[in-house]
């Protein structure tokens, strides 16, 4: 019974002390939580993902055999190419140098694979990846795909990171549109439950719109939205997504522009994070 | 050994509860594994040891999504203590039990993690989807805390917890 009213006093106490941490500790109690846990979430992604995986690449075994072949043949065209691309740095950045220019910004990409979807909680649309601090992530860094922007970095433990979405209503993004260069603030609009939606939360997001653009901008369907670089957070110039529909705000004074995500977010598995080269 | 058991059990219901994906048809609620297990440790054991499940489970779902540190803690600690003030009358190896109580705490749990969260400004949704929302949490509570008792149970058995024809409830 004492041991008994010692374990609830303790719990008691806990939970107090817990609810009154300060931010930085808590993002520290939470990102040492978020560590613990992140080896038994490899384990499930290895055997739920890995072990489907291994089975289709049997029953595919020829069509990767073609596949590999073509990929020799990419390899050995992007070598190239980064022969030359290196060549031209080298030229850009002596040019540079006599002109006096400021250097160029260097940025980095982080190859992370997506191990979960949604959290704990359901409440945010994010993702979980496989890397974190250790690989030189950072909190509010930009995390793209080869084909546009896919989120930022929220949360950052030692060996995983959290990306809140685009499609989140907390996501907010500096965007220009480059035909016109207007600009723009890109906002989730979290997940649709009209129309049909789909099973999974994350596959039934309503379209980001790009809130506050001037009136007298002549935008016109298609119009690639791209990030301004307003912020700091995101790197000017990455894509973003295209104009689907153009409305009036509530008040008429701006256009609000529904956009179409360049990147599909159905089938992420894995994206860059962005992050600033280390010297 | 019952420390044990609620490790493991813990474990794999936080785990399954990430990787689980939330449902939008069910307003983007998720399958409340952890809740499932403060309720099983709060129907079958004493105030003490309901009271560390559940502040491990909510510790575990506030470090693994946005919420704020405690905040699940706290719920699912109040939850555990008012569910256990009904274990003397009711049979926790009933299939019943679970399903009334899971989907009971799951849909308090979730309305008022809603007003906490949407008090300090943290999310804010829609009547049709925050509706939807509290269907979604009661209907899979229901669904989720007899399959977490009937689990949890036969572990407790398997590693001696408890005797196979024996009540697990130990009044205080």
Not at chain 1, 165 to 180: G, I, M, P
Request: net charge neutral; charged share 20%.
């Amino acid at each position: 019974m004492r041991n008994n009213r010692g374990l609830i006093s303790f719990v008691l106490v806990a939970v107090v002390v817990l609810l009154n941490l300060p931010l930085p500790v808590s993002m520290r109690v939470k990102s040492s939580a978020r560590d613990s846990v992140a080896g038994y979430q490899n384990v499930w992604h290895l055997l739920v993902n890995d072990l489907s995986r291994t089975f289709s690449a049997f029953a595919g075994a020829k069509k990767h055999i073609n596949q590999k072949d073509e990929l020799f043949q990419q390899v050995a065209n992007l070598e190239f190419r980064i022969v030359q691309l290196e060549r031209f740095e080298e030229q850009n950045a002596e040019l540079r140098k006599q002109l006096d220019f400021r250097k160029a910004s260097k940025l980095e990409l982080v190859l992370c694979e997506v191990v979960s979807r949604g959290g704990a909680g359901g409440w945010w649309q994010t993702i979980t990846l496989n890397k974190g601090s250790e690989d030189g992530i950072e909190q509010n860094r930009a995390v793209v795909t080869r084909v546009g922007l896919v989120g930022t970095t929220i949360n950052v433990a030692k060996n995983s990171s959290e990306v809140l979405l685009l499609y989140d209503s907390n996501c907010q993004v500096a965007c220009r549109f480059s035909r016109t260069g207007s600009l723009g603030i890109l906002r989730g609009a979290g997940m649709t439950l009209r129309g049909n939606p789909e099973m999974e939360m994350l596959l039934s997001a309503n379209s980001p719109v790009v809130n506050y653009v001037r009136r007298d901008q002549q935008l016109i369907d298609g119009d690639e939205v791209v990030t301004s670089g307003l912020g700091g957070v995101y790197p000017p110039g990455l894509l973003v997504g295209s104009m689907k529909k153009l409305s009036l705000d509530a008040k008429e004074l701006y256009y609000c522009v529904e956009i179409d995500p360049a990147e599909d977010m159905r089938e992420l598995q894995y994206v860059f994070v962005v992050k600033e080269k280390s010297k | 050994m019952t420390y044990l058991v609620m490790g493991v059990i813990l474990i794999v219901c936080t785990v399954l509860q990430i990787q689980m994906p939330g449902y939008a048809v069910l307003g983007g609620a998720k399958i409340p594994f952890l809740l499932s297990v403060c309720l099983y440790y709060s129907l079958t054991r004493e105030t003490g040891v309901m009271l560390a499940a559940a502040f491990c489970a909510g510790f575990l779902q506030d470090s693994l999504s946005e919420i704020p540190l405690g905040y699940s803690a706290f719920l699912f600690c109040l939850l555990g203590w008012a569910v256990s003030r009904f274990r003397n009358f009711v049979v926790s190896e009933s299939f019943v039990t679970p399903t009334f109580f899971g989907g009971v705490a799951s849909l308090i749990f979730t309305i008022s993690i809603y007003m906490w969260l949407a008090a300090d400004g943290l999310v804010s949704f829609g009547a049709g989807r925050l509706f939807m929302r509290f269907v979604g949490a009661g209907f899979l509570g229901m669904i989720c805390a007899p399959v977490v008792f009937f689990l949890t149970r036969k572990l407790d058995q398997l590693v001696g917890n408890v005797e196979f024809n024996e009540e697990i409830d130990v009044f205080e």
